[in-house]
């Protein structure tokens, strides 16, 4: 944080997250409240979340390479290098790297919910290594909310 309360974060300072590959730019705290960011790369074929919404918060995707596959609503896109989509509060999404392409996207979330805590846990929810009823409290906590999709779930299925 700046002198004057910016947050201006160097390369070299970014929390990393392994698997996915994940970058914590700015979370709720230190923006006073106002958005949370970080970076999103996904290998080719790599999936990067089911269907689901956030309550309190919209959603915004700036892809910065490749391309990335997305369930907006009922919608299906496939949304390109230098493609925005914003996503509001309440709407069901996925996302993950196009079919043959990686996707390295930029993503924002406002006004900002506290998420780095979530994206600190998710190797070990993904692997499996946390109680069911403790990945519930998770995802409430962090304002996560899961969501069937058959349109999701045909589109990842013909893409194998």
Known sequence: MTANG???????EVETIER???????DSSHTGGLLGANRL????????????????SAEAFYV????LRMLVGAELVTVD????????????HAFAAAPGTSADVLI??????????????????LRGNLPEEEVARVHERYDVH?????????DRNSQH
């Open 6 to 12: 910016a947050r201006v974060v160097q390369a070299a």
């Open 20 to 26: 996915p590959a994940l970058w914590l730019l700015a």
């Open 41 to 56: 790369h996904l290998q080719a074929g790599e999936p990067g979340t089911k269907p689901h919404y956030h309550e309190r």
């Open 64 to 67: 910065l390479d490749g391309a």
């Open 81 to 92: 290098r230098g493609g925005y989509v914003v996503v509001p509060a309440g709407m069901r």
């Open 108 to 125: 924002t979330l406002v006004p900002g919910v506290e998420r780095f805590g979530y994206f600190r846990l998710l190797p070990e929810i």
């Open 146 to 154: 899961f969501v069937d999709s058959p349109e999701w779930d045909t």
